[in-house]
């Protein structure tokens, strides 16, 4: 089978993708549109693409497709700890301190603030698609004194010169990745820990009704249905039109989810299951179990 990521070689999707499915063919995607669009068009089995960083929150990007251009199921979840460093062409790696630009993924330069605003005070930063796509540019460029933002597994595949380890604000930095298909994929987890199901679940409010969020929230508690996450996006339909994704920490069952969906319709709430799915922590004591 052919999984989809967001490439090229050596982000932190292809960490993901190498943990999770180390016997499909991975294929890298510039971008996390492109990702969901060769998923659509079925060149691809599945698609791997980030969903939320500890630090920075959502990505916004992968959250619209869901919503507003694809109707493709999520099939699972796993999240990887994040180690960023600062790397440079081996050319100039007693130069680190000259360096004149930093590349790097918005995400990752936002997650290693402290470090460039300390150590590389004033340099300017580049966007880059994704930490690799900086690795692989620093690597091509070595005329220019430039470092990239990126992982381990980044320099070894573009033969950078690690400078500065771990430069991330925070120690506890994860990225949780989500797994898409239109087909029923058995996950092998085999080297990594399997931390149990969860729904996720998107709706929209019904306009001009005091309490509608109050009773949408009322509907999971008292049914006893423990929320780990419920966030806010626009509609894109104008000024104060919002939708709501809600994790539930359950597997999709035939009474109580259902139940709260049909309550939540009687209120004129859209309700639309995005996927009811296994999650795994990588970087954790393996699993020995498989879960469909």
């Known amino acids: 089978m052919k999984v989809g990521f967001l490439g090229p070689k050596a982000t932190f999707t292809d960490i993901a993708v190498r943990e999770m499915f180390p016997e499909e063919k991975a294929v890298p995607y510039l971008t996390i549109p492109d990702c969901f669009d060769a998923l659509i068009e079925d060149e691809i089995d599945m698609a791997v693409v980030p969903l939320e960083n500890a630090l920075e929150g959502s990505v916004n990007i992968t959250l619209d497709y869901l919503v507003h251009e694809v109707d493709i199921p999520i099939i699972g979840e796993v999240t990887c700890p994040i180690r960023q460093h600062l790397m440079v062409h081996p050319m100039n790696k007693d130069k680190w301190k000259e360096i004149g630009v930093v590349y790097s993924h918005s995400h990752a330069l936002a997650q290693c603030h402290k470090f460039l605003h300390k ?89 001009d009704r005091a309490g509608a969020l109050h009773q949408v929230l009322s509907a999971f508690a008292w049914r006893k249905l423990n929320l780990s996450k419920i966030e806010s996006r626009p509609m894109k339909t104008g000024l104060g039109n919002y939708f709501f994704i809600i994790d539930v920490d359950m597997k999709q069952d035939e009474v109580l989810i259902p139940g709260v969906v049909a309550e939540l319709e009687a209120l004129d709430c859209q309700v639309k299951i995005l996927g009811s799915y296994p999650y795994f922590q990588i970087g954790s004591e393996k699993s020995r179990v498989q879960h469909l």
Do not use: C, W
């Open 119 to 207: 150590e590389l005070k004033g340099t300017p930063s580049e966007k880059t698609t994704s930490t690799a796509a900086a690795a692989q540019f620093v690597k091509e460029s070595p005329d220019i004194i430039a470092g990239a933002i990126a992982n381990e597994l980044a320099a070894t595949e573009y033969g950078l010169e690690i400078v500065q380890k771990d430069i991330h604000d925070v120690s506890y930095n994860h990225t949780r990745f989500i797994v898409l298909s239109k087909k029923k994929v058995r996950l092998h987890e085999e080297k990594s820990t399997y931390k149990g199901f969860k729904t996720t679940v998107m709706i929209t409010l019904p306009s």
